[in-house]
């Protein structure tokens, strides 16, 4: 499945025959201690930068009803962020992940995003629009 939007991907986590934990690690822009002055004049400017991890959720698909609903429930914490990466925790025939897989996978996430390492996960801006980050 192509997922375009963060319905697509509430779609798809629906529809897997295993329960599911989404995962969440929203992130804002910063720019790096060790900028330089023309780094630091781009950034101003509205470009470049790095994207630095400022809060993280785990949810199951049935506890969003839209992107809007993270989008509220993550305004109620009061960090400025510019995108939301996404991943995704499959259970078990028995049931859920436990909250130690939950709180270990989600960690991973935040230490990759730190990396620069965001590939293997999906992007969504503000609107809930998927993107590509390079």
Not at 4 to 19: G, S
Not at 38 to 58: I, K, N, T
Not at 97 to 126: C, H, N, W
């Amino acid at each position: 499945m192509n997922i375009e939007n963060f319905a697509d991907l509430l779609k798809a986590a629906r529809a897997q025959t295993l329960q599911q934990r989404l995962l969440f690690v929203f992130a804002d822009a910063v720019l790096p201690d060790d900028a330089n002055a023309e780094q630091r004049a781009g950034f101003e400017a509205g470009e470049g930068g790095a994207l630095a991890p400022v809060m993280c959720v785990d949810k199951s698909p049935g506890d969003l009803s839209s992107f809007d609903t993270l989008v509220q429930e993550a305004a109620q914490f009061g960090h400025a962020w510019c995108f939301v990466f996404a991943g995704a925790l499959s259970g078990s025939a028995h049931g859920v992940p436990d909250v130690g897989e939950v709180d270990k996978s989600l960690q991973s996430m935040v230490e990759s995003i730190k990396r620069g390492e965001m590939t293997r996960y999906l992007a969504f801006d503000r609107q809930g629009s998927s993107v590509v980050l390079a």
